[in-house]
C-alpha cells in the first residue's frame, strides 16, 4: 500500500516522496544562490579527501568527539542543566563542539546535537534518563503517526541547532570543516517506534511486518524531515553533512536495501541537487559485506566503517568506489598501550592508497582516557 498525503489523501508514490504541499524546491534555489560557491580546489583536507584525494597523511576527527571523556564537556554540561538543553542552547552547544578542537586540532568539527531532535521536532515527547539513555513517546497506530507534526514545523524547534552553525562558521579555524548531522530514518525510526533504545530494534522489525505501510509513512515522514533538516543545516554553514545508520546492521538482504540504502540515496541525491558539490557521508553501522553495494547505490562520497569491517578487506572491496572514514575500535581510546598504537598504524597504512578520513569505529566512550586521543594523533600523523 502507498503512503497517502495526510492533507488531501493523494497517494504518494513511493516512501520517501516529499509531501506535495512542501514548500517548492525553487524555494530553496533562492537560499542555494545566497550560499557562498564552493572553492574550486578546496584546501581543507576533509574536503580534499572527500573528492577523492588521498592524502598523505589522512585528516582525523572522533564520533562523540564532544562528550562525556572530556572534562570541559562534563563542566559545560553541568553549567546547561542537562543534555537537551545544552543541545539547544547555541553559545554553549558551540563552546562544546569547539573543546576537542582546542585541546586536539582535530580535522573537522561535528555539530553538537543529537539524532533524536528531529522526532522531537515532528511532534514526539523526549526526554532522557541518567545512566539508561533516550524516552520518546512512542508510534504504533495510524492515531499515534497522525498526531506527528507537519515536516515544516520542524524549524519551529530546531532553530537553535542552526544558530549554532552559524556560531560555529564564525569560530571554527579555517583550517577546520564543519560536519552537520542527522540520523538516518531507519535508525531514528527504530527509537520512534520502541520510544528508546533496544538490542535488536525488535519492535521496529514487528511493526514493518505487520503494519508495512504504517512503517513506510513513518519513514516516508522521517526522510523529507531529514532532508528538510539537513538542508536548513547546510544554508546555516555546515560544510559536509553525515547521516547515522547505526542500527543498519539489523536489516537483512531486501529490507536492507530498502530501508538503510533507498533513504540515504534519495536524501543525498536531493541534498546534492539542491546544494551542488556538497559532501555526503554516510554511516550504514555493521552493514558488513553490504558496504560495497551501499556506497556505489547510494552516491555518498564516504562511507563510514565500523570497526567490524576488516580494514585490508574494505580497502579492496569499499575504498575502490570512494573515500572512507574510519575504523578504530573505540575500546582502544579506553585501553591504550601499544596496541592503540598498532591498531591505528595498521589501519593507515591499509587505507593509505585511497581516499581515508581517519576515526573510530563508533563513538568515543565516557571511559575513555583523553591522553589517549593525544597517543592516536601521534600515531597518525608520525
Ligand atoms: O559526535 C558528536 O560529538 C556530535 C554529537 C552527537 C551526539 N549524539 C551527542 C550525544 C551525535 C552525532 C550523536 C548521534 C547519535 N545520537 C546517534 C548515532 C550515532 C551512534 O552513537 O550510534 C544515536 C543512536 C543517538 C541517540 C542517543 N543520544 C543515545 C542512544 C544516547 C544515550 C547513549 C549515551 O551515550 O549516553 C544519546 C545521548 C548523547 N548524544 C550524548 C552525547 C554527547 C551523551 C549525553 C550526555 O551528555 O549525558
Not at 218 to 246: H, P
Not at 308 to 333: F, K, T, Y
Request: charged residues 25%; glycine residues 8%; contains cysteine.
Amino acid at each position: 500500500m502507498r503512503a497517502r498525503c495526510r492533507r488531501c489523501d493523494s497517494a504518494l508514490l513511493d516512501i520517501a516522496q516529499p509531501d506535495p504541499h512542501r514548500r517548492a524546491d525553487t524555494d530553496r534555489r533562492i537560499a542555494v544562490t545566497q550560499l557562498p560557491a564552493p572553492a574550486e580546489a578546496p584546501t581543507k583536507t576533509i574536503l580534499r579527501a572527500l573528492q577523492g584525494e588521498a592524502p598523505a597523511v589522512p585528516p582525523v576527527w572522533m564520533m562523540r568527539q564532544a562528550g562525556r571523556y572530556l572534562p570541559e564537556y562534563r563542566a559545560t554540561r553541568e553549567k546547561a542543566g542537562d543534555f537537551l538543553s545544552l543541545c539547544y542552547n547555541p553559545d554553549l552547544a558551540a563552546e562544546v563542539t569547539l573543546q576537542p578542537i582546542r585541546r586536539y586540532g582535530f580535522d573537522a568539527a561535528i555539530l553538537f546535537a543529537d539524532i533524536l531532535l528531529l522526532p522531537q521536532a515532528l511532534g514526539a515527547d523526549l526526554w532522557f534518563v541518567t545512566g539508561e539513555g533516550p524516552r520518546l513517546s512512542t508510534i504504533t497506530s495510524e492515531e499515534d503517526f497522525a498526531r506527528l507534526k507537519p515536516v515544516h514545523a520542524i524549524d519551529e524547534t530546531l532553530s537553535p541547532v542552526y544558530e549554532t552553525l552559524r556560531i560555529l562558521r564564525r569560530e571554527l579555524p579555517a583550517e577546520t570543516t564543519l560536519i552537520g548531522f542527522a540520523g538516518a530514518p531507519w535508525t531514528v525510526a527504530t527509537y520512534m517506534i520502541a520510544g528508546r533504545g533496544t538490542p535488536d530494534q525488535g519492535p521496529a522489525h514487528a511493526l514493518k511486518t505487520e503494519n508495512r505501510a504504517l512503517f513506510e509513512q513513518l519513514l516516508g515522514k522521517i526522510t523529507e524531515g531529514t532532508i528538510e533538516y539537513l538542508s536548513r543545516q547546510i544554508e546555516a554553514g555546515a560544510e559536509v553533512v553525515k547521516i547515522f545508520d547505526s542500527w543498519a546492521g539489523s536489516l537483512q538482504g531486501d529490507d536492507f536495501d530498502r530501508y538503510a540504502t533507498e533513504p540515504a540515496r534519495l536524501i543525498t541525491e536531493t541534498l546534492k541537487r539542491r546544494y551542488p558539490g556538497i559532501p555526503v557521508i554516510a554511516f550504514p553501522r555493521q552493514a558488513g559485506e553490504a558496504y560495497t553495494r551501499f556506497h556505489q547505490a547510494t552516491g555518498a562520497d564516504c562511507v563510514a566503517l565500523d570497526d567490524s569491517v576488516d580494514a585490508q578487506w574494505a580497502a579492496e572491496n569499499v575504498q575502490i568506489h570512494g573515500c572512507v572514514q574510519g575504523n578504530l575500535a573505540p575500546r582502544h581510546m579506553v585501553e591504550g598501550g601499544p596496541a592503540l598504537v598498532s591498531e591505528t598504524k595498521r589501519i593507515v597504512q591499509a587505507f593509505s592508497k585511497g581516499p581515508h578520513i581517519f576515526n573510530l569505529g563508533h563513538g568515543i566512550t565516557p571511559e575513555a582516557d583523553p591522553d589517549n586521543v593525544h597517543r592516536m594523533l601521534e600515531a597518525i600523523r608520525s
